[in-house]
């Protein structure tokens, strides 16, 4: 059997060129990868060029882009909740090129998950990674959930008191841990309600894969207990993956996204 084929695909994007690559699969049912952050198509350490591949081995057709100013494609970069033309247009792209595909499913990491619950209408399948809630990233501290799960993990080791007892503990820091526990149940973010209001609407299938060890994904788990998201835990499928890496990067978080991955297109 020969090798699928992979191909660059240059297309138009609100008068920009986008880039993105095409893993060819004969299967029913693509999925369109959404790239996080300022990340390339290609993903950390190639992981989701590598993922493409190893899904269209399997017969999965796989795209995946660049949204405008990064990578390979022009424009400036707005970010991920100014990116639904860039989603919209690869999304298009990605049907022309595969004519056979009937489904196409939509997956992303972080806010490439919250870029395909704003703007994902169009897909027939949701598959969200670790969906990023936390608006108060730049004091450099982790989400207010998982600091909250840190602090209690800690409060049970014996050993954490030892070191606080010989000055191995920076208060500093503990004080700003706890000041934004405060500042934030004050005033809880406005991206997880719009993400909860977006999703209890959504009506495609929907898969939520969540790095239990993860800083992110330990806030989404943490965001899907409120009310606000019952709705979407009345209808979506959680697969949770133990494992701190935010990008699934150890070969056994591989092996779990692939599978899960696979499980949630067929």
Same mark, same amino acid.
Request: with cysteine; charged share 20%; hydrophobic share 45%.
């Given at each position: 059997? !020969?090798? *699928?084929?992979?191909?660059?695909?240059?297309? *138009?994007?609100?008068?920009?060129?986008?880039?993105?690559?095409?893993?060819?699969?004969?299967g029913?049912t693509?999925l369109?990868?959404?790239?996080?952050?300022?990340?390339?198509r290609?993903?950390?350490?190639?992981?989701? !060029?590598?993922?493409?591949?190893?899904? !269209?081995?399997?017969?999965?057709?796989?795209?995946?882009?660049d949204?405008?100013?990064?990578?390979d494609?022009?424009?400036?970069? !707005?970010?991920?909740?100014?990116?639904?033309?860039?989603?919209?247009?690869?999304?298009?792209?990605?049907?022309?090129?595969?004519p056979?595909?009937?489904?196409?499913?939509?997956?992303g &990491?972080?806010?490439?998950?919250?870029?395909?619950a704003?703007?994902?209408?169009g897909?027939?399948?949701?598959?969200?990674?670790?969906?990023?809630?936390?608006?108060?990233?730049?004091?450099?501290?982790p989400?207010?959930?998982?600091?909250?799960?840190?602090?209690?993990?800690r409060?049970?080791?014996?050993?954490?008191?030892?070191?606080?007892?010989?000055?191995?503990? &920076?208060?500093?820091?503990?004080?700003?841990?706890?000041?934004?526990?405060?500042?934030?149940?004050?005033? *809880?973010?406005?991206i997880?309600?719009?993400l909860a209001r977006?999703?209890?609407?959504?009506g495609? *299938?929907?898969t939520?894969?969540?790095a239990?060890?993860?800083?992110?994904?330990?806030a989404f788990e943490?965001?899907?207990r409120?009310?606000?998201?019952?709705?979407?835990?009345?209808?979506?499928?959680?697969?949770?993956?133990?494992?701190?890496?935010?990008?699934?990067?150890?070969?056994?978080?591989?092996?779990a996204l692939t &599978?899960?991955?696979?499980?949630?297109?067929r």
């Open positions: 059997m !020969a090798p *699928p084929v992979r191909r660059l695909i240059a297309f *138009p994007c609100a008068g920009e060129t986008l880039v993105g690559t095409l893993d060819e699969g004969d029913p693509g369109l990868i959404v790239s996080g952050g300022n990340e390339l290609c993903g950390a350490h190639r992981g989701m !060029a590598m993922l493409a591949a190893d899904l !269209a081995e399997q017969g999965i057709p796989v795209f995946r882009y949204r405008r100013g990064i990578g494609s022009s424009g400036v970069n !707005a970010g991920y909740d100014s990116a639904g033309a860039d989603l919209a247009a690869a999304l298009a792209t990605f049907r022309a090129a595969m056979g595909m009937t489904r196409v499913a939509g997956f &990491n972080c806010d490439a998950a919250t870029t395909l704003l703007f994902g209408d897909l027939d399948a949701l598959i969200l990674a670790n969906p990023w809630i936390d608006a108060a990233g730049d004091d450099g501290l989400p207010t959930a998982a600091i909250r799960a840190r602090y209690a993990a409060a049970r080791d014996p050993e954490t008191w030892l070191r606080l007892l010989r000055g191995g503990i &920076n208060l500093r820091n503990v004080g700003r841990g706890i000041v934004k526990l405060l500042r934030d149940r004050a005033a *809880p973010t406005t997880a309600g719009t977006r999703l209890s609407r959504a495609q *299938p929907l939520i894969l969540i239990t060890g993860d800083a992110t994904g330990i943490d965001a899907l409120t009310s606000a998201f019952a709705a979407t835990t009345d209808r979506a499928r959680v697969i949770r993956i133990a494992t701190a890496s935010h990008s699934f990067a150890r070969p056994d978080d591989k092996r &599978n899960g991955l696979v499980s949630a297109l």
